[in-house]
Structures are given as C-alpha cells and as structure tokens.
C-alpha cells in the first residue's frame, strides 16, 4: 500500500465511527477551538442532553445497578441515555473506536423483558452499560487497535476464520453478569504510549482541557468517563495504560496484579512477552464503582477459562480487616501507615503534583495515620528494567502491524530505534534482575515495619502517577511512577485529588517550599491550568481488596482537604 492509501484508509475508518452515530445525536454548530473553550465537561456537554439523561449519566455505577435491578429505571433508557452522551463525547475529544448503540440497545431489551418476567435482575451488573478499550473482541465488531493495517482484519490476518465471531473471556463475563456494552474507546496505536493517538482518529483530546493530552493507552476510556459518557469500562495496564488515563481524567482506576482478571482472548502488542505482563482494570469515576466491576469479574471464576487467571476469589475477610482498622484508626487508635514518595530521583515534579501530594500527605495525618519517607531500592535500575523489557523484541512486534499498512508510528510510541533484539539468554538474565530488584523491594517494604508503630510494614504506599498533570502533546516524560509499579507485580490505584491552578501552583516567593528540590519549576503554568491532577496508591502484590477498600475510604476525606489550599 501507497501513503496516500494508508492515510485514505485511517480517515475512512475514522468518518465510519462518525457515521455511525445517529443523526439525531449530531452536533449542529461549530464547536469552539480549545484555545477558546479548553473545558467541554459540565455545563458545556450538559446544553446537548435532556434533565433525564443528565441524572441518568451522572450517577455512579453502583447506584445506576441499584435502579436498573429492582426495575425503577429500565435498561434500555440507561443504555440509550449513555449512548446519546457517547456520542457527543466522541464529537468533542475524538474518544472512541467502535460504536454499536443499536445492538446495545436491543441486548437492554432483552433484560428489561427478563425482569418483567422474572422479578429479578440477569446479574450483578444488570442493565450497566460499560465502555471496553479497543483491545477486547466483540462478536460483530472490528478491532483495530488503533492499527490502520487491522482495518477489515483480525489482528492483522486477512481472511481469519474469527473475524466477526470471536469474543474476549472478559466480554464474555461482562455479559454473563447483566452489563450493557456499547462502544469501544480510542489507543494509541500500538498501546505503547502515555498519550492517544492514531491514524484513524488522530488524537484523544483532554476534556477537562483540550489543550492537553487525556494520557494513554487507555485514553479513550479516561476521556468518554471524564465527559461522563461512559459509568464504568476496563482498560489494560503493561506500564500505567490504566492508572495514567485514570489520574489525567480525574478518575479511579485499578491495576490489580497479574492473574486476578482475565485477558484471554485480547488483543494486544508484544503478545508473549511474560516478563511483565500486561493485566485488566476497571476505571471510573468513583472508588466504589472499581469495587463493583472487580468484584463481579472475580465471581465469575474466570480461573476456569484463562489458564493464566489465579484461583483467588474476592476475599471479604480482607475488606473486614481493613475496615476494621480504619474503624480503630477513626477512634484514636494509630492503626495505619503510609509511606510517602514524593520524588523517585528520576523524574522530578511539576507544582501541582507536589501539592496534591502535600493534600494527601495532609489528609493522611488529620486523620491520625503515620506517614514515612519513602527511601525504596534505586527507581533508576526499575525505570531501565521496565525499558529493556519494552524493547526486547526489538520493536520486531509493532514494527510489523505498522507495516502492514505502511503508516508511520506516531511520534510519542515508545519503539526501538536499532531494532536490536535480546537473545533468549539475554531475555532469561534480565528476568533474573527483575527478581532480585523485586526481591530488595520486598525486603525494604518488610523493613518499615521497625518504623511504622503499627508492627507491620506500610499498609499503602502513595506517590505520583506522572511527573505531570494532564500533559501537553509530546511532553510525556517518565514512565517511571507507574512502570515500577508493573515490574514488581503490585496493586496500583489511581486517586482524582485536585486541578492544576496557575494562581497557586507557582514559586514562593520566599522559597519556602521544603520539596522545591524536587519539583521542576520550569513548567507552562497557563497551559496546564485546569489540568487534572491525581495521586498513585500502591499496595504489595495481591492486595486489591485491601487497596480498593483503602480507596473508598481515603478517596472521600482526600477530596474534602482538596478544597482548602494546601
């Protein structure tokens, strides 16, 4: 194929997605540049939608499952209702990849008329409509992964027998469980990223500000959540894919560690790459929603069909541990401890990523908890792991894909530029260095216990997500933050905290900042205003129970001392 035939074909699949929206859903006049309108979320997006819909969309998902089974509201003006508000997302950041309202629609049918008849709901998710990154495989719906060469292919291959028909085991299992799906959210091609962008729908807009990136690779998902156009989806996470878009988007999101969700049956770069393994999380806008989609996830023993899933159901005796200490911790009792890493020694911070650390930091000592300086083994020698894993093969995998149609990879795809491969002795000694540098974390985590005054390790530890706020185009600059995260094998939780401020987020004039050695001055303070700002919480491997209770209850007192200027 030509260029012109590759650029030709990107924008056809691109005006397709457009097409696909009904015309009634379409907007009519002109929406104004960025430099004239930076915010589209709100009030903005509300002028499109009727008073229904607007309370419809702007409830959270575990009250939206509330409604739909016990039958006070019906599937189908949920479903429809998400749809309509999909649509003008897309129309306003460019956020998804695959619209299918009209099969949504009719699959809220089906289990408004099993209720009617039954009295009861289809699952634990009934009637919930939930957006899936463009990595996951629905029956009758194209995956392009943001690949022009994966138009009117599966996976690439021509003529492949799964075309249409395949599904992945998580699709499956969301559909078991009651959910409503109905679209597919934007990539950057090739996943290998912190922003989203393609050739076919070129770039996923911020739209807290469109000035800005929404992150990546699970961008489009963070931007359809941020415009409310979506209550709950699931994005993968190899390096921060989840976390990332989470944080820019003022979201929560979950990577849990490897095994506890299913990935059979998705699409994905470097398939077979096993030394750090790319994993699912849900994202959305609350805490308690995370807890509602892992939760129902794990209830479908998804260990019986993805022989990489872990046998490890949901564990209530841990929520009831950790509730139980929050409980003694809210009487007077020092029962919990964090560790706070406010730089990693790599990538120094922008202002208002050290001040919603100070927020946390704040919030976690009102509320009587012990906090330590985080003082973890070298997060250079994790930050150079978590790169030679990325471009073991070489590049050989996206340089392929990218081939097959000839375009060119985007300029922020992390890809390899001497197209070097490892060796598998090469391969097999850079795993046994990720084992010891997970083993020297381990011992250092253990090893706070002499500190905390709680006689155990740090429960929680809370850093940054990026050295950055929502970024600018092409100034993505570390990894770092989320990618050790991976390497360990942790449990990783994105937190919403506050909003860069271009009045506050500025030198003092004094210098009275302890951080300021920390903290990267040099920054557009006028662009990045308004720029969503989110917090890290890192917990050991299988800790998602814990986490996600410790989210819930942080998540609320966090956003309370967020309204004060810290």
């Known amino acids: ?8 074909k990107g924008e056809a699949k691109g005006q397709s997605i457009l097409n696909a929206i009904p015309e009634k859903w379409r907007l009519k006049s002109v929406v104004p540049p960025a430099t004239e309108l930076r915010d589209v979320t709100g009030d903005y997006i509300r002028q499109y939608l009727t008073e229904r819909e607007i309370e419809i969309t702007e409830t959270d998902a575990v009250d939206i499952v509330d409604q739909t089974s016990t039958g006070r ?3 189908v003006e949920v479903t429809e209702a998400f749809c309509h508000r999909a649509a003008l997302a897309h ?15 009719e699959d809220a049918k089906l289990q ?3 209720f009617a008849k039954y009295k009861t709901p289809t699952g ?15 029956k009758g719906v194209e995956t392009t992964m943001g690949y022009v060469g994966w138009i009117d292919t599966f996976q690439g291959q021509q003529n492949d027998p799964r075309s249409g028909t395949e599904e992945s085991e998580l699709v499956r299992e969301l559909r078991n469980l009651g959910a409503v799906l109905y679209c597919k959210t934007s990539v950057p091609a090739s996943l290998m990223a912190g922003e989203t962008i393609n050739h076919i729908i070129v770039y996923t807009w911020n739209p807290k500000n469109r000035l800005l990136s929404c992150g990546g690779s699970s961008g489009g998902e963070g931007a359809l959540m941020a415009l409310r156009g979506s209550p709950a989806g699931f994005g993968t996470d190899v390096g921060g894919s989840v976390r990332i878009p989470a944080g820019f988007n003022f979201l929560y999101g979950l990577r849990p560690s490897a095994g506890r969700t299913p990935y059979q049956g998705t699409a994905t770069s ?21 807890t509602l989609l892992f939760k129902a996830v794990l209830s479908q023993k998804p260990w019986l069909y993805d022989p990489l899933a872990l046998e490890l159901p949901w564990r209530d005796e841990v929520v009831q541990e950790t509730r139980a200490l929050i409980e003694k911790a809210r009487g007077g009792a020092s029962t919990l401890a964090f560790g706070i890493m406010k730089y990693d020694g790599v990538a120094l911070v922008h202002p208002p990523i050290a001040r919603g650390l100070r927020i946390v930091e704040k919030t976690l000592r009102r509320l009587g908890h012990r906090v330590i300086e985080w003082k973890p083994p070298s997060h250079a020698t994790a930050n150079e792991l978590v790169g030679k894993v990325f471009l073991m093969d070489g590049s050989a995998d996206m340089n392929y894909h990218f081939g097959l149609s000839g375009e060119s990879a985007p300029s922020p795809v992390m890809i390899s530029k001497d197209g070097t491969e490892m060796t598998a002795s090469q391969v097999a000694a850079l795993n046994v260095t990720k084992r010891l540098y997970q083993k020297q974390y381990m011992d250092y985590w253990n090893s706070t216990a002499e500190v905390t005054g709680t006689g155990r390790p740090v429960d929680g530890l809370f850093c940054p997500l990026a050295p950055h706020a929502a970024v600018i185009p092409n100034e993505y600059k570390s990894v770092g933050y989320t990618g050790f995260v ?7 939780l994105a937190i919403p905290v506050t909003f860069a401020d271009k009045k506050v987020d500025v030198r003092p004039a004094d210098g009275s900042v302890n951080e300021s050695n920390d903290i990267e001055w040099d920054y557009d303070a006028e662009t990045y205003d308004g720029a969503p700002v989110g917090v890290q919480l890192v917990g050991r491997r299988l800790q998602e129970e814990k986490m996600l209770t410790l989210a819930e209850y942080l998540g609320e007192e966090i956003a309370q001392d967020a309204k004060e200027r810290v």
Request: aromatic fraction near 10%.
């Open 112 to 114: 408004d008329e099993y």
């Open 91 to 105: 129309q306003l950041v460019s956020c998804l990849h695959e619209v299918f309202f009209e099969a949504a629609i």
């Open 124 to 138: 634990p998710l009934h009637g919930l409509p939930i957006s899936l990154k463009d990595q996951f495989h629905v």
């Open 486 to 492: 991976n390497l360990l094998d942790y449990t990783g």
């Open 270 to 290: 470097m398939d077979g790459q096993g030394t750090i393994l790319s994993v699912i999380g849900p994202i959305a806008p609350t805490a308690r929603s995370l």
């Open 1 to 8: 194929m030509t260029g012109t035939s590759w650029e030709l």
């Open 73 to 75: 509201w019906s599937a």
